[in-house]
């Protein structure tokens, strides 16, 4: 019925169009994003056609027996074309699990779209992981997001501080400096977390120089100089912060706060559905970072979750 090929090199251009026309994908599926990391996975995404037309992607890597959708990913899952249908979708799984076993896959693990980043209803894989995969959940992250159109009032603390921005003249601009923003987020991740960011400077240069309205940096300045920022995700309908920094001169000011009232502000005036602050669990955990997800609550952030699923082939 369904006819399922591993993507090639030369399928690129057919890829992304069918990304762009989806009505669940994003950029990050784009190979030019997808592929910057490549030396990292062993890509084995793939295409399924249904009567000689492309209907589905499942960007995925393979590791050991195990297909991941994917791992070097924020989220993965299928992604539709705008005719697929609940019946369809329940039969490509079917159709697909007999293909992986076929080439000794013994395990699928699964992190579907969130439904903010959709420009349709696309929650057909979801009734079929259960229905036909009979897979389980077995993470469950949580990111905090605002609805633009109806957003909640601040909290009284976020109020205070965005006050507090404001006396200090907090100036809010996109940015093209990368290199400050990235010693920033670097100094403040192994201060605190002694950790570094996912991408390195050069990775995420990279990105913003493929994808430059949809990777970009706002930053926050204190006379004259930057004191916190955020790199942000675009997508059609969704903002999504991937990294919030700020250095010690910026808290004792309110600089993210002054940045994140205005961004949220301007985002809403120019049409955007949904801010999505990401997700606070602890890191390696299911874990909630309690004071992490206090500050995005009190801008009236609420819950979104983005899940794992996993089933034996």
Not at 106 to 120: E, G, M, N, Q, T
Not at 133 to 141: G, M, P, T
Not at 223 to 246: C, D, N, R, S, W
Request: charged share 20%; with cysteine; aromatic share 14%.
């Amino acid at each position: 019925m369904f006819e399922i090929i591993r993507y090639t090199a030369d399928k690129a251009a057919e890829w992304n169009q069918f990304v762009a026309q989806s009505k669940n994908g994003t950029f990050l599926f784009d190979r030019s994003y997808m592929d910057y990391h490549s030396d990292r996975f062993d890509d084995y995404s793939l295409m399924v056609y249904h009567k000689g037309q492309l209907l589905a992607l499942l960007p995925a890597n393979r590791r050991g027996d195990t297909l991941y959708s994917h791992q070097g990913l924020t989220y993965g899952g299928l992604l539709m074309n705008r005719h697929c249908t609940t019946a369809l979708v329940r039969d490509l799984f079917s159709q697909l699990n007999a293909f992986l076993r076929d080439r000794h896959f013994s395990r699928v693990v699964y992190k579907p779209v969130p439904w903010i980043y959709a420009s349709l209803p696309s929650e057909e894989d979801l009734y079929a992981l259960c229905n036909v995969c009979h897979a389980s959940i077995v993470s469950r992250d949580v990111a905090s997001v605002l609805m633009l159109n109806h957003r909640l009032s601040y909290s009284t603390l976020r109020r205070r501080c965005i006050k507090k921005a404001a006396k200090a003249q907090i100036e809010v601009r996109e940015s093209a400096d990368w290199q400050a923003f990235w010693l920033l987020l670097e100094q403040r991740l192994m201060q605190h977390h002694d950790a570094r960011p996912v991408h390195t400077l050069s990775e995420i240069q990279l990105l913003h120089n493929r994808f430059p309205d949809a990777v970009r940096l706002f930053a926050a300045y204190h006379e004259g100089h930057m004191v916190g920022g955020t790199v942000l995700y675009f997508t059609p309908q969704t903002v999504k912060t991937q990294y919030i920094a700020a250095d010690d001169e910026g808290l004792a000011v309110g600089a993210l706060d002054g940045l994140f009232d205005h961004l949220i502000t301007q985002f809403a005036e120019e049409g955007y559905a949904f801010f999505d602050f990401g997700t606070s669990n602890m890191p390696g955990s299911d874990d909630l970072h309690d004071s992490l997800i206090f500050q995005k609550e009190g801008f009236g952030g609420r819950a979104v979750c983005y899940d794992t699923y996993e089933w034996t082939l």
